[in-house]
């Protein structure tokens, strides 16, 4: 067991009180003021990329809306409210979700009554202007938008399996179709995991696949969808954000499963706010001016420093003291 003590030194009482002190500060900072996420999925784009192109890691204040008890949504005690156009790190709603901490924007508030219409955000019946950094790329919708990725990765999936659908009608011709391109582009994907194709080796599969085709998958992929009515639909139960909850949207809102289909987020599920992206290098990015002190730097990277510093400076002491020696 030597190569243990490689990483954790020597075992001693003192070495112990060490680790347990570095467990301590770990839970502390994780806990109640700052962790880093990686991004999961491609619904904050452009804003944050998601897990299919590399995953952005971000820092999150959880000091700002109130310190939690680890590994719970039990908050001790609230200080600020989360402020509309937020990115905010939070625990899913919905018990079966794939990913279980998510990040999106603050869009609704308690007790706003919010209606999405034409791409805008409408609150208590006025437009909320969107910022300046994404006011020319995100639109809000009011129902999903299959990018080409998502239609060809499922005709795919359809092609592989070659079997007939009940869901539709044989006797159709767009089925039919559809149909006949499954059996024709079979043997080229029988064998492929099609869940890891690129966009490019997809569109070189599907070379000479019909519109039709495509729009018939378009039409039975939109059918399998959840549907979106929260902040849509004009009842009350529907579009005013109840006490203490908030509506969360994605920026990527034409592919973004977010609040228009599981609704209110109560406060307590709410870990932090976003402040910036710390990795990867070139996607550096400030979104509260938190890099912009000594702290907030100090912070964002001090504590990596500082861990491996722990780790490095008493190897190198004790390397010192064998040169020394006569």
């Known amino acids: 067991m030597l190569w243990v003590q490689v990483f954790t030194g020597p075992w001693n009482r003192r070495n112990l009180l060490a680790w347990i002190g570095v467990v301590a500060a770990v839970f502390v900072t994780k806990g109640c003021l700052f962790d880093q996420y990686i991004i999961p999925s491609g619904s904050m784009e452009p804003t944050l990329h998601g897990a299919e192109r590399g995953g952005d890691r971000v820092i999150a204040n959880k000091w700002l809306y109130g310190p939690r008890i680890p590994f719970t949504t039990v908050r001790l005690w609230d200080w600020a409210a989360p402020k509309r156009w937020d990115i905010v790190v939070f625990r899913s ?181 976003v402040c910036a992206v710390w990795w990867p290098w070139d996607r550096r990015r400030d979104f509260t001016g938190f890099t912009g002190t000594w702290w907030g730097m100090g912070l964002l990277y001090g504590g990596p420093a500082a861990l491996v510093l722990w780790e490095i400076l008493p190897r190198l002491r004790r390397r010192g003291k064998k040169t020394v020696r006569p």
């Open 93 to 273: 709603v919905e018990p079966d979700a794939p990913h279980p901490v998510l990040v999106k924007r603050v869009v609704g508030l308690p007790g706003e009554k919010v209606q999405i219409r034409n791409g805008k955000v409408f609150i208590n019946g006025e437009e909320a202007p969107l910022p300046d950094d994404i006011k020319d790329t995100v639109k809000y919708t009011t129902e999903w938008v299959l990018e080409k990725e998502v239609l060809l990765r499922q005709f795919l999936t359809l092609a592989k399996k070659n079997e007939p659908l009940d869901i539709l009608n044989p006797r159709h011709e767009p089925v039919q179709q559809l149909y006949r391109d499954m059996r024709r582009f079979h043997p080229a994907v029988k064998d492929r995991d099609v869940a890891a194709l690129t966009l490019g080796e997809m569109a070189e599969m599907c070379r000479g696949l019909s519109r039709e085709s495509l729009n018939t998958v378009r039409h039975l992929t939109l059918l399998s969808m959840p549907r979106m009515v929260y902040g849509i639909m004009d009842t009350p139960e529907l579009s005013v954000v109840p006490g203490d909850h908030y509506l969360l949207l994605g920026d990527n809102s034409g592919a973004s499963r977010d609040g228009r289909v599981y609704g209110w987020v109560p406060r307590d599920h709410l870990l932090g706010r």
